[in-house]
């Protein structure tokens, strides 16, 4: 399997046939949070550990760790974007 990433949202893959699995989405952990955001979010950087663990970053300065199994994001960053 392989991750995708662009505006707000990451796409889980079987890189077999092609087949689409899941979303990992900026969008909806923002809203399960409360947060309302009226730009998009693109995302920029992707990178994966042997434990599991996804990092994306986005040009909005926030960073989110995720679980690659499940697509559960456990963990967020904000910092003032370059």
């Keep these: 399997t392989f991750l ?4 707000d949202v990451m796409k889980k893959w079987q890189a077999r046939d092609g087949r ?3 979303n990992f989405s900026h969008l909806q952990q923002q ?4 947060q309302k955001s009226s730009s998009t979010t693109i995302v920029n950087a992707l990178a994966i550990n042997d434990d599991g663990v996804v990092v994306s970053g986005s040009d ?3 960073v989110h760790f995720w679980d690659y199994h499940s697509g559960y994001c456990f ?4 910092t003032i974007a370059q």
């Design 60 to 62: 909005d300065g926030r």
């Design 4 to 7: 995708s990433g662009a505006a």
């Design 20 to 22: 689409f699995l899941k």
């Design 31 to 34: 809203q399960q949070q409360q």
């Design 75 to 78: 963990q967020q960053s904000d």
